[in-house]
């Protein structure tokens, strides 16, 4: 078996993480190699919101914080993403670079933005 598996260590990592939420990253090892995934815990009243970042693949799981297994879910859930048995985690989109043609219509557009607002100010 050559699966990527979260040892039991760390699932004590993944318990903590969805008591009190923010980021961490988890490690996953099968014999010949370890992996990392960056995981991100936003806590509400009644639900853990959970996006998972691996290997240029993301995923998002959202579970019930009443339930007391839910760190071996997200052991499940990170696990079938490393190995590749997750059809819903995607591909991470690509960065975007400084200078390129996105950021810089992202640019003229909040210029524009800006250029209405003062008008309309002046205007007044």
Same mark, same amino acid.
């Given at each position: 078996?050559?699966?990527?598996?979260?040892?039991?260590?760390?699932?004590? *990592?993944?318990?903590?993480?969805?008591? +009190?939420?923010?980021?961490? +990253? $988890?490690?996953?090892?099968?014999?010949?190699?370890?992996?990392? =995934?960056?995981?991100?815990?936003?806590?509400?009243? $009644?639900?853990? +919101?959970?996006?998972?970042? *691996?290997?240029?693949?993301?995923?998002?799981?959202?579970?019930? #914080?009443? %339930?007391? =297994?839910?760190?071996?879910?997200?052991?499940?859930?990170?696990?079938?993403?490393?190995?590749? #048995?997750?059809?819903?985690?995607?591909?991470?989109?690509?960065?975007?670079?400084?200078?390129?043609?996105?950021?810089?219509?992202?640019?003229?557009?909040?210029? %524009? =933005?800006? *250029?209405?607002? +003062?008008?309309?100010? *002046?205007?007044?």
């Amino acid at each position: 078996m050559n699966n990527y598996l979260i040892p039991l260590a760390k699932q004590e *990592l993944l318990h903590y993480m969805l008591q +009190v939420g923010g980021a961490a +990253v $988890c490690p996953l090892q099968r014999p010949e190699q370890t992996i990392h =995934a960056s995981f991100e815990v936003e806590l509400t009243d $009644c639900s853990a +919101v959970i996006s998972v970042d *691996l290997g240029g693949n993301t995923g998002e799981l959202t579970l019930k #914080r009443s %339930d007391r =297994a839910n760190h071996l879910h997200l052991r499940d859930f990170i696990q079938d993403i490393a190995n590749g #048995r997750i059809e819903s985690a995607e591909p991470s989109p690509p960065p975007v670079q400084p200078g390129s043609a996105a950021q810089i219509q992202q640019m003229l557009a909040e210029s %524009d =933005a800006l *250029l209405n607002n +003062v008008r309309k100010l *002046l205007a007044a």
